[in-house]
């Protein structure tokens, strides 16, 4: 490797991981950390777990703390279009210069330790986290909000016993061959984020999930603080959706933009998360000045319109589809929709198929496949669609099933696009690029 290494180079050497090496106990994490000298950085975390909502929960409590004055680091995946999205410090991307400066620390870091104390080399995820640490290390923040990858107990990211804070969102089935295929066992390996002692935000998500993890709490002294999935006193309207949030310290009246009604308790969850946190009395926010962070902020890919009546949503799993379906239902379209899908193949593409089939939302579907080598084929789900009564048309590439969508939609026809954030990183990197806007005005 020469010193003209670059940012691209560095991306392609982190897409290669997957092929030599495999995931590791967490005492193999520990001693790369162990070796980085971080210090107190672990008392400073906000650990996130859950099936659906945690990037959310994370992206909305990084506004928050950002605004009201703290020096925050953000670690989320997956990216959606850049692996500097996974990176956040104080509200912006990270640039590729410091993304290439960690990432030449963690890769000389992984040289010497298989010298020096053979360990092997850590996987793809586990080699941004560290590069995660390195960025921390260097801007020593107030907070480090930190997104689980995969499940919790295991997690490379479980790696600190006194963080300031775990939050656990709602819990679904994704993910079974890992977790386990019940929701009792995935939330067995979620509650696995919990420490003694350390309150716990935990979103409502029905008692086979609840009951595990608030028996894990129990066991270890630590206080659950529930925001319940439920939502009253919503209103939705033509362009946003009307909610309140009360607490002892606020009583705000808040309208979200667009129609991603799971937003709701998301939100809800990263305000009470901010609440619990220790707070300096100067930082603290108004509730007017909360209310313009969380109505200013947007987390890209979840019910996002990228251009009139064109809209992304990440849902790729059972529980994510029947939230997007219910989003849906609140655009107050009067005529017809489109839905464009993709999906991986290792997802329960069969169970996501009955519940688009059953809510009647759309009338045109059109079945394709992301560049991301796992996608389901479009033949194939096409034949899938079929067969539970929805009529698709297949495309070989996402570029087509948009220009289908727009040429055969009525006027101002909302067009969906969901299955996969991959999916949607994919449609986004085309709106970057200038590829949609000519053709959608046509």
């Known amino acids: 490797m020469t010193e003209e290494f670059r940012y691209e180079d560095a991306c392609d050497y982190l897409l290669n991981i997957p092929k030599f090496t495999e995931k590791h106990t967490g005492e193999h994490t520990k001693a790369f950390i ?86 092997s080399h850590p996987t793809f995820f586990e080699f941004l986290f560290l590069m995660l640490l390195v960025i921390c290390k260097d801007t020593d923040p107030d907070y480090v909000i930190l997104e689980t990858g995969l499940g919790g107990r295991l997690d490379a990211t479980n790696a600190f016993p006194k963080p300031a804070l775990c939050v656990i969102t709602k819990i679904g089935m994704d993910h079974m061959a890992y977790l386990g295929d019940t929701r009792e066992q995935i939330a067995g390996e979620k509650a696995g984020i919990i420490k003694a002692g350390v309150p716990l935000v935990m979103q409502t998500s029905g008692p086979e999930s609840d009951d595990v993890l608030l028996a894990k709490a129990k066991e270890l002294g630590a206080k659950v603080y529930p925001v319940s999935v439920g939502e009253s006193g919503v209103k939705f309207k033509p362009k946003n959706i009307d909610f309140s949030y009360q607490s002892h310290y606020y009583s705000i009246g808040l309208s979200l933009a667009g129609h991603a009604a799971y937003q709701i308790v998301n939100i809800k969850t990263a305000i009470l998360a901010y609440e619990l946190l220790k707070q300096d009395p100067e930082k603290r926010l108004s509730a007017e000045e909360l209310k313009q962070v969380i109505e200013g902020h947007v987390w890209p890919g979840r019910m996002e319109e990228i251009l009139p009546g064109l809209i992304l949503d990440g849902a790729h799993n059972d529980d994510g589809m029947e939230s997007f379906l219910a989003s849906v239902q609140t655009d107050g379209a009067t005529g017809s929709r489109s839905l464009i899908l993709a999906f991986s193949a290792d997802k329960d593409v069969e169970g996501m198929l009955e519940r688009v089939a059953k809510s009647g939302l759309f009338t045109a579907f059109y079945a394709t496949a992301y560049q991301e080598g796992r996608s389901l084929s479009p033949a194939l789900l096409s034949e899938m669609m079929t067969q539970k009564g929805l009529t698709a048309t297949a495309c070989e590439t996402v570029s087509e099933a948009i220009r289908l969508a727009i040429e055969k939609r009525t006027q101002d026809a909302p067009i969906y696009i969901a299955g996969s954030l991959y999916l949607v990183g994919e449609v986004k990197k085309m709106y970057e690029d200038g590829m949609l806007e000519g053709r959608y005005n046509d």
Not at 79 to 89: A, I, N
């Open 34 to 119: 162990d070796s980085l000298d971080i210090g107190d950085l672990g008392s400073r975390v906000i650990h996130v777990a859950g099936t659906n909502g945690k990037g959310s929960v994370c992206s909305y409590l990084h506004a928050i703390l950002t605004a009201a004055g703290y020096h925050t680091v953000l670690f989320t995946s997956p990216h959606l279009v850049r692996m500097t999205e996974r990176f956040s410090v104080d509200g912006k991307e990270i640039g590729e210069d410091v993304f290439l400066e960690a990432f030449l620390k963690i890769r000389d870091l992984c040289e010497r330790m298989q010298k020096e104390q053979g360990l």
